[in-house]
């Protein structure tokens, strides 16, 4: 029961009125209010700036991904041999292996360029909207448009038959 006195003393002078009679905050507690609510607008400020910065940089990355799949493909392509080309696909002979299923196909699958290898697959590059093969002169013309609307377009001389 003094326990429960003593608790009630200390509530009841926190809830003392203030020196002139009436109940409010003071200017100090309006002033650390303002302070932590603009501490907080910051910080929120900073997120969105952050957040603006990382979605610009998806749009480079269509690029960047775009010449890494390059890369990728004209390394791992020496040791191919030009079979067909279609407008969606192509198919090479693996050199690299022996026996019968040694068939290896580039195509357009969905969103994405894919490399298809007895009955796997590897995903080479992603967010394609529209991807053509066109056997030329010079070589295989790879044209491609990406999802966020920027075309890119290699020529493979390797890839001749």
């Excluded at 002979?93 to 068939?103: C, Q, R």
């Amino acid at each position: 029961m003094k326990r429960k006195v003593k608790n009630m003393l200390f509530i009841s002078k926190l809830q003392k009125d203030k020196s002139d009679g009436t109940k409010g905050l003071t200017l100090l507690e309006c002033v650390i209010a303002l302070a932590v609510m603009m501490m907080v607008l910051l910080l929120l400020m900073d997120g969105l700036k952050l957040m603006n910065k990382t979605s610009d940089g998806d749009f480079l990355s269509s690029e960047l991904t775009w010449h890494l799949f390059l890369i990728q493909l004209a390394n791992t392509s020496k040791k191919w041999e030009l079979v067909k080309v279609e407008p969606k696909r192509i198919v090479f002979k693996d050199l690299n292996e022996t026996g019968i299923d040694n068939e290896l196909i580039i195509e357009n699958y969905h969103s994405q360029i894919k490399k298809q290898k007895r009955g796997g697959y590897d995903a080479l590059l992603l967010g394609v909207s529209q991807a053509k093969f066109v056997e030329e002169s010079q070589g295989v013309v790879l044209a491609v448009e990406m999802q966020d609307g920027k075309s890119y377009q290699a020529v493979f001389p390797l890839w001749h038959r």
